[in-house]
Each structure stands twice: as structure tokens, then as C-alpha cells.
């Protein structure tokens, strides 16, 4: 796909017709790609939108931008959506309510989107890209970002002809973990206090990838891309290091999971604390069954690790570049038309979990806070039992004590006011697009 899109943009150039993007969100992860994205000649970045014009300066000043080629820097979303040249828009915000409307008002204005922004992707995602499947434009996870990359090692093993057993990433992470608040998260990072705050660190942001809400949500993305279905007891974070996957990785009584054609993610840290050797903190894998006789003989020759007599083997990617690699999304889909992983059915959810005893009354404070963190459900089970996904648990009340680690249920807090999160969320449940206990995944 590179080479195609890199010809496609080639051509671009040569015609004088470059492949205009805007950006909505100049975090972190847009400052790495404006890092990028100016270096591909056919590439136009025509504006940056963010809540802070100030911060978009700043996202473009660390990016390196000559001072006479900035793009324009605005607020207003909608505007820059509607500057001419924009043909994709790469959503990166991290709000849920946020990146919902601006994926839609892009799809309703004939642009292509690419989603960062995976907890919006984990809420509504697959009825987005039903929407934008009808406009005749592409809805595309983020290239860089794990779930699209562990849906291209899924893409690689079905088109070998192997069945795959389960896929995922890697993460640090410990039981205690789920308790982590912006308040404690900075000591398993080893980031004193402090310093967290003099370098402008976001402490929920932090918390939420700590508490494993974050981990949750991007296996949400890929069982909902590729068809995997998440376990019944949703992650269980076993210590695996890369050479162990194909033995960690597959179905009781082999391994640790409960069943195959499912999503895990590996700790990089054993249950007394120590590191994993060979971890895969930044990292994708898959693993996959070799069916055949042969291909059993031939995958050990090769130094792939195998586990069962050369039956389960597994293939990862030891680290991923995050917003470095974005531009791989953004060509795809604008030259080729092509998503890199895209949700097609309603497969995974992200239930809210009390991270202690709540009391009636009290108010949860969302992703990354307090009160709750993000499991990873099936679907199936999220609906039959009318859970509270986490992307709707930022400022909503509790009508009922919820005990510590217990998922909070829709009939636990108040009706929240109409709006177009809410709504679309609703047309997903009641009309979800696929089967809700998703399709074929060998």
C-alpha cells in the first residue's frame, strides 16, 4: 500500500494538486504528525484546529514549521473543514463528543476521516463508518496508533491462510492498576510530581493508559475492524514476553485465554513487579495457527517462535511510532481510497467499572479520573445487560451506590439530556451494523 500511495502522491505533486489535510487536535500525537507531514512533498497540511489557537502555534513550532509555510490556525473546526483543499480530516482531539461531530460534519461534507481519537472510534465507530461507507468517503483508524497496526499483522496472517488465535498489544500493568487517579499515577511511571506538572503532562491522560481504560478501547477498535471478539472476562493483562506469545496466547488448557479468535493484552511486568524479559511494552503481535503439516515444520526453521509441536506461532512489531507514522492513514485514504482498519460491525464494548465503592449522588468524572475505569466487554453482553459504556460516564450521576470493581449499569445514573453523542450511541445499540457477535474471524 506505501508504494502505491507514494506513486499516487508523486502525481499529485507533479500536477501541482497536493492532498490537503486538516487537523483537528494539536496534542501530542498532532505534533508528531505535523512533524511528518511536512516532509511529503504532495502533502498540504491546510490548517490546525484546536480549543487553544496558542496551542496550535505551539504544536507547530516544536513540529519545526518554517515561518512561511505555517498553515492557518483556528478554533472553529467547522471553518478549517470547509477551507478549500481539505480532502482529509485527521481527528486527534481525544474527546469523545468531539471527535463525533467533527468525523460527522466531515463525512457530511464529502471528507475522508481519520480517526485517532479511539474513544469516540470505541463508542460509535462502527455506525461512523456505516455513515461514512454511504457518503462514499473512508473512515479510517490511525496508522501509528496500536489498533491499526494490529489490524494489519490480523490482514497479514488471514492472507496467508492462517487462522488467528488471538492479537493484541503490549502495556505495563499490574492488577493495582485499575485503582491508579490522576493522583497516584505518576509513581509507577517513575515521573516525580513535580516534574510531571513543569513538562505539562496530562495526568488523566497518563491514568487512563495506567488504569488499563486505555487498553480496553483499543482492542474495542480492532475486534470491531477485524471481527475478534473479546473474551467474557475482557482483558486479563498476563505477563508475556515476545518469545512466549504462541504459548501465553492461545486457548486453556496451551495458554491463558478462554477462547481463540480474541483480543489480550501482555504486561510487561510480572505480578511481583519485576520486568518481563523480552517485554512488548510498545508493541503489536499476533498469533496465529498453522493448519497445515508442512507449514508446521517450516515456521520453527525460520526462527519464529511456535509453541504445539509448530501449531501456534506469532509474529509482532516491537514498537509503534504514534503520529510519526499518521501519514500512512492519510494517504490511503485520500489517494487509494483505502482505510487502515475499519470497524464493521458492533462486536466489542468499553463498559465503566467503579474503581471504588461510589455512592448515590456522586458524579463520574469519565476516562482518565477518579471513579471509574474502561472494561472490555462483548457487545452482546454490554446490551443484554444495559451497561454504561465509559465514553458516557464523563458528568453523570449516580441514582444507586455502585461496590468497587462492579460495572455501572444505564439504570445506576440519571437520563442524560438528549444530544448527538447520546443519539448516535443510540442508533448503534438499537440497530447495530453487523451482528453484534461479529462475523467469521479466521
Same mark, same amino acid.
Request: hydrophobic content about 35%; charged content about 15%; some cysteine.
Given at each position: 500500500m506505501p508504494a502505491r500511495a507514494l506513486r499516487a502522491l508523486e502525481e499529485r505533486a507533479a500536477e501541482g494538486r497536493p492532498l490537503g489535510v486538516a487537523l483537528v487536535g494539536a496534542g501530542t500525537f498532532g505534533t508528531m504528525l505535523l512533524a511528518q507531514a511536512r516532509r511529503l512533498r504532495g502533502l498540504r497540511v491546510v490548517g490546525v484546529a484546536d480549543l487553544s489557537v496558542e496551542r496550535c502555534r505551539t504544536a507547530l513550532a516544536r513540529a519545526e514549521w518554517p515561518a512561511g509555510e505555517l498553515p492557518a490556525v483556528t478554533t472553529d473546526a467547522g471553518a478549517l473543514l470547509d477551507a478549500p483543499g481539505v480532502e482529509v480530516v485527521v481527528e486527534a482531539t481525544g474527546s469523545p463528543s468531539a471527535g463525533i461531530a467533527h468525523a460527522l460534519a466531515a463525512i457530511e461534507r464529502g471528507l475522508h476521516v481519520v480517526m485517532v481519537n479511539v474513544e469516540a472510534d470505541a463508542l460509535v465507530g462502527p455506525v461512523l463508518a456505516e455513515r461514512a461507507r454511504e457518503a462514499g468517503v473512508v473512515y479510517s483508524l490511525a496508522y501509528g496508533d496500536q489498533p491499526a497496526l494490529v489490524c494489519e499483522l490480523v490482514d497479514w496472517a488471514r492472507a496467508c491462510g492462517f487462522r488467528v488465535v488471538c492479537a493484541g498489544k503490549g502495556t505495563k500493568h499490574?492488577?493495582?492498576?485499575?485503582?491508579?487517579?490522576?493522583?497516584?499515577?505518576? @509513581?509507577?511511571? #517513575?515521573?516525580?510530581?513535580? @516534574?510531571? &506538572? &513543569? @513538562?505539562?503532562?496530562? &495526568?488523566?491522560?497518563?491514568?487512563?493508559?495506567?488504569?488499563?481504560?486505555?487498553?480496553?478501547?483499543?482492542?474495542? &477498535?480492532?475486534?470491531?475492524?477485524?471481527?475478534?471478539?473479546?473474551?467474557? @472476562?475482557?482483558?486479563?493483562? =498476563? =505477563?508475556? #514476553?515476545?518469545?512466549e506469545l504462541p504459548r501465553v496466547c492461545v486457548p486453556a488448557p496451551e495458554g491463558a485465554l478462554s477462547r481463540a479468535a480474541t483480543v489480550e493484552v501482555v504486561s510487561s511486568l510480572a505480578g511481583d513487579g519485576s520486568e518481563v524479559a523480552n517485554d512488548l511494552r510498545f #508493541?503489536?503481535?499476533?498469533?496465529?495457527?498453522a493448519e497445515a503439516a508442512y507449514a508446521r515444520r517450516s515456521l520453527p526453521r525460520y526462527?519464529? =517462535?511456535?509453541?504445539?509441536?509448530?501449531?501456534?506461532?506469532?509474529?509482532?512489531?516491537p514498537y509503534h511510532l504514534i503520529g510519526l507514522e499518521t501519514t500512512v492513514s492519510v494517504l490511503a485514504a485520500g489517494l487509494l481510497g483505502e482505510p487502515t482498519g475499519s470497524p464493521d460491525g458492533f462486536r466489542a464494548d468499553v463498559a465503566a467499572v467503579a474503581k471504588r465503592d461510589l455512592a448515590a449522588g456522586e458524579e463520574l468524572d469519565g476516562e482518565g479520573g477518579y471513579t471509574v475505569h474502561g472494561r472490555l466487554v462483548p457487545a452482546a453482553r454490554s446490551l443484554e445487560q444495559g451497561l454504561l459504556p465509559i465514553g458516557l460516564a464523563h458528568g453523570t450521576r449516580l441514582l444507586h451506590p455502585v461496590p468497587a470493581g462492579t460495572a455501572v449499569a444505564r439504570a445506576d445514573v440519571e437520563a442524560s439530556a438528549a444530544g448527538e453523542t447520546w443519539a448516535l450511541r443510540g442508533a448503534l445499540e438499537q440497530a447495530p451494523p453487523g451482528d453484534v457477535h461479529g462475523r467469521s474471524s479466521t
Open positions: 499490574l492488577p493495582a492498576y485499575h485503582h491508579a487517579t490522576p493522583d497516584t499515577v505518576w @509513581e509507577p511511571y #517513575g515521573i516525580p510530581p513535580e @516534574e510531571a &506538572a &513543569a @513538562e505539562g503532562l496530562n &495526568a488523566r491522560m497518563f491514568t487512563s493508559f495506567l488504569d488499563g481504560t486505555k487498553s480496553a478501547l483499543e482492542m474495542a &477498535a480492532v475486534c470491531n475492524a477485524t471481527g475478534l471478539s473479546p473474551q467474557e @472476562e475482557g482483558l486479563r493483562f =498476563p =505477563p508475556c #514476553g515476545a518469545h #508493541g503489536v503481535y499476533v498469533v496465529f495457527e526462527g519464529i =517462535p511456535t509453541s504445539g509441536g509448530g501449531r501456534y506461532a506469532a509474529l509482532h512489531r
